[in-house]
């Protein structure tokens, strides 16, 4: 079975050695930006392929910058030191990779980011499945409005702003939902608690505006150039209200966790015919095969993890 282990405080070690003090601020105060990265194992090909690494990285510095959060490593440091972790794991599934950079100082009632010191670790969790559907899941319109990012940034992982997504997910799984949609200050409509969104109407594909709060999706923008590219759809970003969803022909959400999934009903109202669209399954299933490196044109995509 292979070693459970994680990147921490500069090297390699079990997992169970990778701990924090219980003073630690990021746990206070949620100072602290990751990122959610899928190794995919491809059992036909004997390999392990990471989606889009290097951008999920540029994002995460991103992220970094905004919380100065001062880490001694750039992209390519942080692409290797992924690679040789997924290496001395040896897993041969499917995987959820996990960089955490975080206000290490052990030391509360301070909220000043500039005074404290930061920290980088990584970890991989074996991981299938995020939500547990193979066709369409049942949305709800939640109640709790997404943050605007002049309360905190949405467009970067910041851990501390999770919280807003984590009361609307539970939210709607204890109303007998899968999912919920959150909606902005103004009412309109900017993603999934954990995804962003898309709308199909008339053939043309539909997602809100980066602007009405959402996180700057790689998955997003991978489905963006798969409709564009591969079926010829056009891909237009503005502003949705929650009307509009319910008289769309099609609905799906993406992210790097929920892949590319359906949405068969918002609010008890069928979205379209309830199932999965013909649309949504074209770019799930084209998805599905580049992230697995199944697609010789988008191989550049993925980055090929040599196991022993």
């Known amino acids: 079975m292979p070693d459970a282990l994680a990147y921490f405080r500069g090297k390699i070690?079990?997992?169970?050695?990778?701990?924090v003090s219980v003073t630690t601020h990021a746990l206070h105060?949620?100072?602290?930006?990751?990122?959610?990265?899928?190794?995919?194992?491809?059992?036909g090909h004997k390999k392990m392929?990471?989606?889009?690494?290097?951008e999920h990285y540029e994002r995460f510095i991103q992220g970094c910058r905004i919380m100065m959060l001062d880490i001694?490593?750039?992209?390519d440091e942080l692409c290797q030191i992924t690679i040789e972790l997924l290496q001395s794991c040896g897993y041969r599934e499917d995987l959820y990779i996990r960089p955490l950079a975080?206000?290490?100082?052990?030391?509360?009632?301070?909220?000043?980011?500039?005074?404290?010191a930061s920290d980088f670790t990584l970890i991989v969790v074996p991981f299938g499945a995020y939500i547990e559907t193979d066709g369409a899941i049942n949305c709800c319109t939640s109640s709790w409005r997404r943050i605007d990012d002049t309360i905190i940034p949405p467009r970067v992982k910041?851990?501390?702003?999770?919280?807003?997504?984590?009361?609307?997910?539970?939210?709607?799984?204890?109303?007998?939902?899968?999912?919920?949609i959150m909606l902005t200050q103004n009412g309109d409509v900017s993603e999934g608690t954990g995804e962003n969104l898309f709308m199909v109407t008339n053939g043309v594909l539909y997602s809100p505006l980066v602007g009405d709060n959402n996180l700057t999706g790689i998955t997003r923008d991978s489905a963006m150039t798969l409709a564009r590219n591969e079926l010829g759809l056009e891909v237009v970003e503005r502003a949705i209200r929650r009307s509009e969803l319910y008289l769309a022909d099609e609905?799906?959400?993406?992210?790097?966790?929920?892949h590319v999934t359906p949405v068969g009903t918002l609010d008890s109202r069928d979205i379209g015919n309830g199932g999965i669209g013909p649309i949504t399954r074209e770019i799930r299933d084209m998805y599905l095969d580049a992230i697995r490196g199944d697609?010789?044109?988008?191989?550049?995509?993925?980055?090929?993890?040599?196991?022993e």
């Open 29 to 43: 105060y949620g100072t602290a930006v990751f990122e959610g990265i899928r190794g995919n194992w491809n059992e």
């Open 295 to 307: 697609s010789e044109k988008y191989l550049n995509w993925c980055t090929e993890v040599p196991l």
């Open 251 to 258: 609905v799906f959400l993406t992210g790097t966790a929920a």
């Open 72 to 75: 001694p490593y750039g992209v």
């Open 158 to 180: 910041i851990s501390g702003h999770y919280v807003n997504s984590i009361l609307a997910k539970t939210e709607a799984v204890l109303a007998g939902f899968d999912e919920a």
């Open 49 to 54: 392929y990471v989606f889009r690494m290097r």
């Open 13 to 19: 070690v079990p997992l169970s050695d990778a701990r």
């Open 102 to 116: 975080y206000k290490s100082e052990e030391r509360v009632a301070n909220l000043k980011l500039h005074e404290l």
